[in-house]
């Protein structure tokens, strides 16, 4: 009791816990970091059997941290389209689609996953920003008549080659038909869901979002009662799979200082479309001018790293530094040390040679195409 | 080597390190929580002996977390005063005032203190949410002329009774002069500071900005060099001192759901002053049809409180649950369990009794007057 209630004095009040925090430590997290003011679970003790869970089974993770804001009223699609430069006008209710939150610099506020509830119900599943504040501050003077606040909406992963049968016998065959970056709203056990064809993981996967926060012990415990025995673990993101995957991490791979334009990501911008959104003509002054620096995958020689990286790590050609390294793994499936990070313009081209600067001393690194595994399963775009 | 790459990798790059990070690390600091986005030190082993440091000698703390939002351009000030309820108009170039942020809805968004440079140059330096995002966003449609970013600037506080011997030691016998919530830009060795007499502890103390993250160990290691033979000792925020001072901790005692006046912060909004502010007609209605809660001290009964509360506690009288208290502790000096929360306005009178349902089983509670310890030093107001 008295080492219980000291770690509860660890964990404190500051930082929020999810509703599935007293199931993930009853499975034994050795690890948590802080995201959007909110606990993450992000280890188990083994990342790599994390990792081969994810990719031959399926894993349950707890990304509760995804906060969501929601937005409605009878403005809301015309506040929405504002606030992101990918054209909207043909996004159906029950679609999801992945966006850039931009600010009037073009800098990318977050990269959150849209879901339309309905003509004028948005929510925006967020990576590591106060987009709460960004959008209720926008609203301000913006004489648009929407609602803007976080809802008691808290997201699980259920992702791998196996999700998709667990999700079946959870809630039944129409899952076979769910199509990627679709959702429906659904209820189990009386307890109010979303369930979309999304994830941060590269693999075939689902998002499970709880609508009452009280029911999270309920839920993750039906989850893992029906998926235990059809190969489901409890894990977490996997830093391996989506540096395999070439996925962005909002504050490790971008932040502010970043434009859509130098990640790589063009196609989520549409400077055409007649509808106005914040950025536009700092986004089109940056696409004149083209970009300084850009995104790239890269190769890193030497030995299997023992960790992945816990700074950014300087790259440079000769004594010139040209850039950073902000994520980098061991892969085990592909036995090889792999990265991502943002080199000048003049450095990214596949097959450019330089050095890192590591904790493991200075290692050779070669730009290389991403991402750097690609299952067929995992081409579906939206 | 490995360990260290270890530890290195469990820190990560998602969360941001302090210019300060590795002096706490060689200090051996033992935990860290995080605060806008980015590792604070929050404990070295023992806060009982960090609560007598702070109230016998000085501490040195590393709050880099209290991040700033600069302000500047032509309308500047018009901007700084559209974000707060505190009249402004009196705010001197080299004066600090502690302000709420407020939402549309009359919600507290931060409560930063705030710096003004010059005339139309601001600081906010923050508590623990996105303001940057927030105050970005009301300038979109704002037509005001400013310019908002994040500037690299990374506070201290030297905090206790000793902390102004040992300010004069290192910056000059000024210091004396120094007038609570003022401050002046200095440079030491070279390294560009601001230097204030603020902090968060309630006892007589200063922050020094670092304003060249580049020079984070430089500066740690000549304060401490002057300061340790004058008493001064490496420590943190402390939260025995702040809840005997009556501070609000953001998050854990407030959020946007609370408004200044539940608080009990009515000295801070100026509803009268000409000048609009976000939140002005709700606090208006607010204070007219008067608060239904209110932030209170309380004292605890049973043994002393082994930890701190990691979760907000209910506090009920009979069944009926009249509130919550946010922030607990045993104080070594009171010897008694004294606490802070919020209690619907029917109950919050000094000398209701109620009954919290604690970590340590149902407790005794009564509505004390707060701040439980005001030394003289510590009542200068601004």
Not at 41 to 61: K, M, Q, Y
Not at 131 to 159: F, N, T, Y
Not at 281 to 295: C, D, P, S
Request: aromatic letters at 10%; glycine letters at 8%; charged letters at 25%.
């Amino acid at each position: 009791m008295s080492d219980a209630n000291r770690r509860d004095a660890e964990f404190g009040c500051q930082i929020r816990k999810s509703p599935f925090f007293a199931a993930t430590e009853r499975h034994g997290c050795t690890g948590y970091s802080v995201y959007n003011h909110m606990y993450i679970p992000r280890s188990f003790g083994d990342p790599e059997a994390n990792f081969w869970h994810l990719v031959n089974d399926a894993i349950l993770c707890d990304v509760s941290v995804e906060r969501q804001v929601e937005i409605t009223g009878p403005d809301a699609a015309r506040f929405v389209q504002m606030l992101t430069p990918r054209d909207l006008s043909s996004c159906e209710v029950g679609q999801c689609k992945y966006v850039f939150i931009t600010s009037a610099e073009g800098g990318i506020i977050n990269d959150p996953v849209l879901l339309r509830l309905g003509e004028n119900h948005f929510w925006l599943s967020l990576a590591d920003s106060d987009v709460l504040l960004w959008a209720k501050g926008v609203q301000i003077h913006s004489r648009l008549d929407v609602s803007i606040r976080e809802p008691d909406v808290s997201p699980l992963q259920l992702q791998g080659p196996r999700s998709r049968d667990i999700m079946c016998a959870l809630f039944g065959d129409w899952v076979q038909d769910l199509r990627y970056y679709r959702f429906v709203e659904f209820e189990l056990d009386g307890i109010p869901l979303v369930i979309s064809r999304t994830g941060w993981s590269s693999e075939l996967g689902y998002e499970i979002f709880l609508r009452d926060s009280a029911r999270g012990d309920a839920l993750w415990q039906r989850i893992m009662a029906v998926g235990e025995p059809l190969g489901l673990h409890v894990g977490h993101t996997s830093t391996i799979r989506r540096i395999e995957g070439g996925m962005l991490s909002y504050v490790t791979d971008m932040t502010i200082e970043n434009n859509p334009f130098e990640m790589g990501w063009e196609r989520l911008v549409d400077l055409d479309m007649s509808a106005d959104f914040i950025g536009k003509a700092a986004l089109k002054a940056i696409r004149n001018a083209g970009v300084r620096r850009r995104f790239v995958g890269m190769e890193i020689g030497g030995a299997p790293l023992a960790h992945p990286n816990g700074q950014h790590w300087p790259v440079r050609v000769g004594e010139k530094v040209i850039g950073k390294i902000t994520s980098a793994v061991y892969s085990p499936r592909l036995e090889k040390n792999i990265a991502l990070g943002v080199l000048d313009i003049a450095h990214c081209e596949v097959g450019t040679q330089a050095k890192a600067e590591t904790a493991y001393g200075q290692l050779q690194v070669t730009v290389v195409p991403k991402p750097f595994f690609d299952p067929a399963k995992a081409i579906a775009t939206s």
